[in-house]
């Protein structure tokens, strides 16, 4: 379903695609020095395969990546670029033995590790060891988790976040990125999470954005609007709201799920 119905309805922008060959550069280039110096002599029979595998596996993920802005739809195939770097660099080093009491092979391994830590830092692996996850970010998630105290997860629906229903071995339905998937491709009708809000499904709904355009539910460029954020403000109430991580900007904070978050209860709830 996903794969056919949902992604097969985006629409893939060739311009987008060759924006992320261009950011994605040395990936490219890596794997394909490593079949320049592979596919020679009795190597190239064998190695030619796999090697043309890998180069249209990358340009496939190049191309279906163009559906949106992010870049790790190609990770697989750069991942597989530098074992077709590193393969090559092991061919090319010296096998002859050195005296212990000679310097060459030390200067000759100190070069190379520099040049391999340049490399790594270059893309992107290496980084400052600072903490990645502000200290707030904990009182964030402690305040998430307290609205599921002494309450069933099932009845608690969390736009994006699943560390909460795992205990409890929930499957959550009505998430944000699957509506949203629907809500771009235009392959869902939404009758089901209308319907949900409408019959008080949920105890609670946390969701981030709910008072911007940019709600997850009810994105203001889809062509045709979800009803869902009309929906919550009819059957829900706002009951309280999680503020944002503090030490993050609004842009970073709302890019990794940092930042606020509306609380909403029934308005007259349902009596069973």
């Known amino acids: 379903y996903w794969a056919f119905s949902v992604l097969g309805s985006h629409g893939v922008s060739p311009l987008r695609a060759f924006q992320h060959v261009l950011d994605t550069w040395v990936y490219f280039t890596m794997g394909i020095l490593g079949g320049i110096v592979l596919l020679r002599g009795p190597r ?48 090319r080093l010296p096998q002859q033995q050195y005296p212990t009491a000679d310097a060459e092979p030390w200067l000759r391994a100190t070069g190379a590790v520099a040049v391999a830590m340049l490399l790594l830092g270059g893309l992107g692996t ?58 771009y491709s235009e392959t869902g009708d939404f009758s089901g999470i209308l319907g949900r809000i409408a019959a008080h499904r949920y105890d609670k709904i946390l969701v981030r954005n709910f008072d911007r355009p940019d709600f997850w539910y009810d994105y203001w460029l889809w062509r045709k609007r979800s009803g869902i954020r009309q929906a ?39 009596q069973p």
């Open 44 to 91: 190239f029979p064998v190695l030619l395969g796999p090697w043309l595998i890998w180069l249209a596996y990358l340009g496939l993920e190049a191309y279906t990546s163009g559906i949106a802005w992010m870049l790790n739809h190609l990770g697989p195939g750069c991942l597989l670029a530098g074992v077709w770097l590193v393969t090559a660099v092991t061919t």
């Open 126 to 183: 290496i980084r400052i060891p600072s903490p990645s996850i502000p200290p707030d970010a904990y009182r964030y998630v402690a305040r998430i988790e307290k609205e599921f105290e002494g309450q069933r997860s099932d009845r608690i629906l969390l736009d994006a976040g699943t560390w909460v229903y795992q205990s409890d071995g929930v499957i959550m339905k009505d998430r944000a990125p699957s509506i949203g998937e629907r809500g």
């Open 232 to 270: 919550l403000l009819d059957y829900y109430r706002v009951s309280d709201t999680i503020p944002a991580v503090k030490e993050l900007s609004p842009d970073r904070a709302g890019r990794y799920l940092f930042g606020d978050i509306t609380v909403l209860v029934p308005q007259n709830p349902i």
